[in-house]
């Protein structure tokens, strides 16, 4: 007589309980993983196309992304996140520099001229190409600031931003571990330590180090080499043109693609 006969019957339907129920749980198992699998696949696929969906609504403006053009250089959209002065993200699409392509050129020589002295360094862009619409909200966030000192840090919304043209960059230096070169002041820093036009007295104080002083100096003469000007309240911000000569060689970027 074999085993299994011995087997009381009911002992003999729990076992084959057990077999089924291990076969049905090793497959939805697999089926769980296969889901995920599949899941983060077409999150891969549906980020790629935001991406180029972006990209080609951009690219009706003029603007190209800066890092085709040259992948030494980097970016941190700090708008893209909440590490910004209205600690809030404020761009749902736009995580990428994107700038005029002539200025954008332009910005490419300035990352070649910057790795001829060296290597090491790299451009790191905070914010490119703004829409009017993120504009209004920063000009509002500020609005305990009268709007004569309030243009120091962001230009009023009425009479447009280089930025909306994609025609100003706000920018740093950072070493191959991309940690940014000390500037001595943040950026978004509304302190008069952030202020080029201010150095002198800083530096002097002692407030500014040496170090930091020469760090401004090297960003300031790598954008110079190009002719972007620095403007005088902010060390990371560098316009590639006036505000007139954008106006008639640019469109304006009013509100972000693919959003409400």
Same mark, same amino acid.
């Given at each position: ?102 200025? !954008? ?79 001595? !002041? ?13 150095? !002198?007295?800083?530096? !002097? ?56």
């Amino acid at each position: 007589m074999s085993v299994r006969s011995k087997l009381p019957c009911v002992l003999r339907f729990i076992l084959c309980g057990l077999v089924l129920f291990s076969c049905t749980t090793n497959a939805g198992v697999k089926k769980s993983i296969s889901d995920v699998e599949s899941k983060n696949v077409l999150d891969e696929v549906k980020r790629n196309r935001s991406k180029e969906n972006v990209t080609d609504e951009l690219a009706k403006y003029g603007l190209t992304d800066v890092t085709q053009l040259d992948s030494s250089i980097w970016f941190d959209i700090k708008y893209f996140s909440s590490d910004n002065f209205m600690h809030q993200r404020l761009y749902q699409s736009i995580n990428r520099p994107f700038l005029q392509k002539d200025v !954008a050129v332009r910005l490419v020589q300035c990352s070649r001229f910057l790795r001829s002295i060296d290597t090491s360094l790299h451009l790191l862009i905070y914010d490119a190409v703004r829409p009017v619409a993120v504009q209004k909200k920063m000009w509002e966030a500020l609005d305990s600031i009268p709007p004569r000192e309030r243009v120091k840090f962001v230009s009023n919304p009425k009479n447009k931003s280089l930025h909306n043209y994609g025609a100003a960059i706000d920018l740093t230096i950072c070493r191959s571990d991309r940690t940014p070169l000390d500037m001595g !002041a943040g950026f978004d820093d509304i302190r008069l330590i952030a202020y080029p036009s201010h150095e !002198a007295q800083f530096l !002097a104080s002692g407030e500014l180090t040496k170090e930091q002083w020469n760090h401004r100096q090297l960003l300031r003469k790598v954008m110079r080499s190009q002719k972007f000007r620095n403007l005088p309240t902010e060390w990371w911000h560098f316009n590639a043109c006036p505000r007139w000569e954008a106006r008639s060689k640019y469109l304006l970027l009013e509100k972000e693609p693919l959003t409400q």
